[in-house]
């Protein structure tokens, strides 16, 4: 199957700010209730960052930081720094987690743009969840090589692959989509969430468009590690992870002081992320 970069609704600054925010609302509703997905990511972060001794933890294209707040409720992560950041910050989701976590939770509130290189994502593990399908196939190898120059420690987690079964189960988001006022019942934006999914319900549809689009501009676990090979050794210890709906990419920057375990491989197939 052909890799294509089409546009997705969640990319467009013409969208209405209420249907953007449903848009997210509904994508926590499956990574963080129908599958573990956030919850694994977290996991696998506090990992990276106890092994390679970093206490900074920079979640980049956060959309409504998942993944920070997870780790803010971690008592692992008692001795981090949380910084969610984006080309296109939610302000109002970073003040909650300030507001509940302000020892540890550091939103940068200005737009980091992963394509522009910034100084303050060096010696830290970067987190891109479900973000790095949204950078165009000519823009990657730039934004990698960038990165790989740092003194940090990449991850890249997608939760879904360039596959027929992704994209079936992409489909089947219309589901938890309809079900967003009820699931979200009572958190702030009832009337908007149930304007936008139930009154006029061109949310729905567009989550479900912007899921199989995100299929298909997907690299495969191949693609990546081809692309890696290109960078002649820049990026240290690689790891590239294939599971059945999700992809995982791991990687050290060139300054980076810290090494991979001679017994990890460079690809694998896993179920798991
Ligand atoms: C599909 S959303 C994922 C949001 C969040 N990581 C999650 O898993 O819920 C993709 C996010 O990437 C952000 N994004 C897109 N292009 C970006 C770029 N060039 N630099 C930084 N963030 C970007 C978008 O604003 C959006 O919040």
């Not at 003194?151 to 992409?170: C, D, G, H, Q, Y």
Request: contains cysteine.
């Amino acid at each position: 199957m052909r890799a294509l970069y089409l546009f997705e609704f969640c990319d467009q600054d013409w969208i209405p700010s209420g249907a953007r925010e449903c848009l997210f609302e509904i994508m926590d509703a499956c990574n963080s209730g129908l599958r573990s997905f956030n919850r694994q990511v977290a996991d696998a972060v506090l990992d990276i960052a106890s092994t390679e001794g970093i206490n900074r933890i920079v979640e980049l294209g956060a959309g409504r930081a998942p993944v920070t707040a997870q780790l803010a409720v971690d008592e692992r992560a008692a001795d981090l720094t949380l910084v969610p950041c984006d080309i296109t910050p939610n302000e109002a989701v970073y003040r909650q987690l300030v507001s509940r976590f302000g020892d540890r939770v550091k939103p940068i509130y200005s737009s980091v743009d992963i394509t522009q290189s910034h100084a303050e994502l060096d010696s830290s593990v970067l987190v891109m969840a479900g973000m790095m399908h949204h950078v165009p196939f000519e823009l990657r190898p730039a934004v990698m090589d960038a990165l790989s120059r740092s003194s940090s420690t990449m991850v890249i987690f997608e939760p879904l692959k360039r596959s027929l079964l992704s994209m079936f189960l992409a489909s089947l988001a219309i589901v938890p989509a309809l079900l967003l006022p009820i699931t979200f019942f009572g958190r702030p934006g009832d009337l908007r969430r149930i304007f936008w999914c139930w009154l006029f319900p061109i949310v729905p549809p567009m989550f479900v468009w912007d899921g199989v689009t995100s299929c298909f501009r997907q690299w495969t676990a191949i693609e990546w590690q081809n692309q890696f090979d290109r960078l002649d050794g820049l990026a240290k210890d690689v790891e590239v992870r294939s599971g059945f709906n999700s992809l995982r990419i791991r990687w050290s920057g060139s300054k980076s002081q810290r090494r991979l375990p001679e017994s990890s491989r460079p690809i694998e197939d896993t179920s798991a992320l």
